[in-house]
Nanobody
Framework: QVQLVESGGGLVQAGDSLTLSCAAS????????MGWFRQRPGKEREFVAA????????YYADFLKGRFTISRDNAENTVYLKMNRLKPEDTAVYYC????????????????WGQGTQVTVSS
């Protein structure tokens, strides 16, 4: 099975940076895609960024305009989301997710989810 544990959320000011981490405990399952999603207050869960684990190809939501970067540490089975120039509208619960397939932006394609970490950006 797969267990995902996010960390790194918190309260920051607009313009600040924050890095989220997702430690993956993976047994007997081959994960091909790791992704980050977020759910803002009163909104549906939305795609933020993803990576094809073995070759490192990355994908981002268009609205990010280059502010966020997804990266990985293969040895530690950890994926990161570096968030720069944060805005109040980035306030959300951020979720890490894992997928045995290659679909990256559809949250319904992900089989495994972390518990989420709250990011709050004050103006």
């Amino acid at each position: 099975q797969v267990q995902l544990v996010e960390s790194g959320g918190g309260l920051v000011q607009a313009g600040d940076s924050l890095t989220l981490s997702c430690a993956a405990s993976i047994r007997t399952v081959s994960i091909r895609t790791m992704g980050w999603f977020r759910q803002r207050p009163g909104k549906e869960r939305e795609f933020v960024a993803a990576m094809w684990w073995t070759i490192g190809t990355t994908y981002y939501a268009d609205f990010l305009k280059g502010r966020f970067t997804i990266s990985r540490d293969n040895a530690e089975n950890t994926v990161y989301l570096k968030m720069n120039r944060l805005k109040p509208e980035d306030t959300a619960v951020y979720y890490c997710a894992a997928n045995v397939g290659f679909a990256y932006s559809d949250f319904e394609a992900y089989e495994y989810w972390g518990q989420g970490t709250q990011v709050t950006v004050s103006s």
